[in-house]
């Protein structure tokens, strides 16, 4: 069975860090693309950051430019975010997800993980 | 930057057929993706490249994209279709969401 599963969300004060981490199963990881998705209370989806299958390339949404690193370890089958200088708008419920390719879809997704920046 | 625009908000009757709609420039070039997300649960793949059904989807749940609109049709709506819906497609270098969509099965 194809599992993603996060970890590592919490409750941060602004200005602190978080690592995330998703690890996968059931599937070959280092040919997926890997992709970490927001949801912040009450609001949409938004792609917060991915990385190729390879890990040569990344992106990031401009929101968080600067402060997130997205990578992977293929040797774990393990995603993870280092979240940096966090903001109260980075409070959300983030997912990890994959996918086969830039213009596939995200055909998994994991449970998802809670961040909350707050003081 | 790229954007994807839904209704807010669809209502149906059980046993009737609800459309979403998601508008985006030049949409119909683009292959796109639609997502369920019941309260509380994780987003699920329901239909991808436009038309196709992932194993498992129910067949009243099926795809169109053409010009600057994807839609997404239920037919046969039941009460577990009740949930938030998000179209989804390739545009500014990244995975782009629509603003989704509440489906209500009244």
């Known amino acids: 069975e194809v599992q993603l599963l996060e970890s590592g969300g919490g409750l941060v004060q602004p200005g602190g860090s978080l690592r995330l981490s998703c690890a996968g199963s059931?599937?070959?990881?280092?040919?997926?693309?890997m992709i970490w998705v927001r949801q912040a209370p009450g609001k949409g989806l938004e792609c917060v950051s991915f990385?190729?299958?390879?890990?040569?390339?990344?992106n990031y949404a401009d929101s968080v430019k600067g402060r997130f690193t997205i990578s992977r370890d293929s040797a774990k089958n393990t995603l993870y975010l280092q979240m940096n200088n966090l903001r109260a708008e980075d409070t959300a419920v983030y997912y990890c997800?994959?996918?086969?390719?830039?213009?596939?879809?995200?055909?998994?997704w994991g449970l998802g993980t809670m961040v909350t920046v707050s003081s | 930057s790229y954007e994807l625009t839904q209704p807010p908000s669809v209502s149906v009757s059980p046993g009737q057929t609800a459309i979403i709609t998601c508008s985006g420039d030049?949409?119909?070039?683009?292959?796109t993706s639609w997502y369920q997300q019941r309260p509380g649960q994780s987003p699920t793949l329901v239909i991808y490249?436009?038309?196709e059904r992932p194993s498992g989807i129910p067949e009243r749940f099926s795809g169109s994209n053409s010009g600057h609109t994807a839609t997404l049709t239920i037919s046969g709506t039941q009460a577990m279709d009740e949930a938030d819906y998000y179209c989804?497609?390739?545009?500014?270098?990244?995975?782009?969401f629509g603003t989704g969509t509440k489906v209500t099965v009244l």
């Open positions: 997800s994959k996918s086969r390719g830039t213009f596939e879809p995200l055909d998994t």
């Open positions: 059931g599937f070959s990881f280092s040919n997926n693309a």
């Open positions: 990385i190729s299958s390879s890990g040569d390339n990344t």
């Open positions: 030049k949409l119909g070039n683009k292959p």
């Open positions: 490249r436009d038309i």
């Open positions: 989804q497609a390739w545009g500014s270098n990244s995975y782009v």
